[in-house]
Each structure stands twice: as C-alpha cells, then as structure tokens.
C-alpha cells in the first residue's frame, strides 16, 4: 500500500453532500511503516452518544477527521443512501454550508445516527482538509 485512503464527506458543487475516496501518498518513514506526510490540526473533541442518537440534516461547522472508537455510526445523504463506520474506521467531515448560502434542511448537509446496541464514542480532529 503506497497510499492511504480517505473518505470524505463534502459539498458538492450544486450544495449537496456526497462521499469522494481521495488518495494520501504514504511518501515518508520506511517500508516497514510508511507515513503520510505532517498534516495540521487544530485540536480533538471525544463524544459519547447513546444508543438511540439520531441527528436532523446538518452541516459540518469545521472540516474535521472523524474516527469511530466505538459503536457504529451511519451517514444518511439527500439521495437516501447510507455509510456505516464502525470501530476503528474513519472520515474526513467537510460538507459545510456554500458560502453566502443559508441552511435549508430539504437540500443541504447530511444526518448521522448510532446504530447497534453500543453507545457511539467518536473522535473528531479539527483539520485542514485541502
């Protein structure tokens, strides 16, 4: 594996959220643990929801990695589709409102819920995601 994949939750062109794989090059440490470069970050926040969290459609307020600790989170889309991230995986979170656009419900942003019998402990690292 030369590259590390990264999934992403963005706003598209048109103001609707959609998922993108994105390529990061492992080009430094060794072959036996190859590192992608220093990425930025602006600080980490834990949070535990309980069985039963759902949220309504949302956007991110800052890009951010997402990493599930525990549990199972799913991502609903506008298009109805689902992605479910259990223990251990991850997603960059990036789908923010357009500039000068104002937050309508029936058309922007993305919704989550726990799923399973466990609470959902998730780890979110603020970053630049460019």
Known sequence: ?????????YTDADGIARFREDAIALSEGTPAARLSPLMESG????????????????????????VVLQGCMEIGLRDGSWRAFGPG???CSADTLPE???????????RSRQAGDQPLVTLFVRADLS
């Open 100 to 110: 000068g656009a104002v937050f309508d419900p029936a058309v922007h942003g993305h």
């Open 1 to 9: 594996m030369n590259t590390f994949t990264r999934v992403v939750l």
């Open 89 to 91: 995986q991850h997603f």
């Open 43 to 66: 600080g980490y926040q834990l949070r535990e929801s309980p069985v039963g969290f759902r949220s309504d459609f949302h956007c991110t307020t800052t890009p951010q990695w997402l």
